[in-house]
């Protein structure tokens, strides 16, 4: 199960998760790892997407705590339902809801930690941190976010 922050403008308009530029980022990151993305639960913790208006543009917002855990049941619900061997949490506000504490992804990223359920969860970037990034720095934090997907077998 791949759980990301909140859906974004192309997301929202989609009604799907995963399908504006970090998605098209995270098709190609599984398929180099050789992972089918039609057999990974992808989703979001907060399920509206967060914006302000800049001219016509609508532009990501980052969740608030609160609305972290307004949208948490809808979450735990769906990880109940699929009952997932291991979880990858895109991105703090993914581990925050996922864990229930404050994430500092640079730091905790690569890792595997445990939720009150037993579920691991590995801790690493939103691909939208790549797409911020220039030129010059992508390459290696490309190469640096699939190692951490390559810890996809938690044990």
Not at 73 to 80: A, D, K, R, V
Not at 101 to 124: F, H, K, Q, S
Request: overall charge neutral.
């Amino acid at each position: 199960m791949l759980v990301g922050e909140q859906p974004g403008d192309k997301e929202d308009l989609a009604g799907h998760p995963f399908v504006g530029p970090a998605g098209r980022l995270l098709d190609a990151a599984l398929q180099e790892l050789g992972l089918d993305r039609q057999t990974i639960y992808v989703t979001n913790a907060v399920k509206h997407f967060k914006y302000e208006l800049r001219g016509k543009r609508r532009m990501h917002k980052t969740p608030a705590q609160q609305e972290i855990e307004a949208c948490n049941h809808w979450l735990e619900s769906e990880i109940e339902a699929i009952r997932p061997r291991a979880i990858v949490a895109l991105g703090a506000t993914a581990a925050r809801a996922l864990l229930g504490r404050p994430v500092a992804v640079t730091r905790e990223r690569g890792r595997w930690m445990e939720r009150e359920d037993g579920i691991p969860v590995l801790i690493t970037l939103h691909p939208s941190a790549l797409l911020r990034l220039g030129d010059e720095d992508r390459t290696e934090a490309w190469a640096a976010w699939l190692d951490d997907l390559r810890r996809l077998s938690p044990r």
